[in-house]
C-alpha cells in the first residue's frame, strides 16, 4: 500500500509539473510560489 502511494504521489507530482511547464510557456510570467 505505501509503495503505491507513492507512486501516486509521484504521478501527481509530474502531472503538475507537465501543467505548470504549460502555463509558463503560456503566460511567460514568473513562477508564482503559492500554486497548489
Do not use: C, F, I
Not at 3 to 15: F, H, I, M, P, S
Amino acid at each position: 500500500a505505501e509503495g503505491r502511494e507513492l507512486k501516486q504521489q509521484v504521478t501527481d507530482v509530474l502531472a503538475q509539473n507537465a501543467a505548470y511547464k504549460q502555463d509558463n510557456e503560456t503566460l511567460n510570467e514568473p513562477p508564482r510560489v503559492s500554486r497548489r
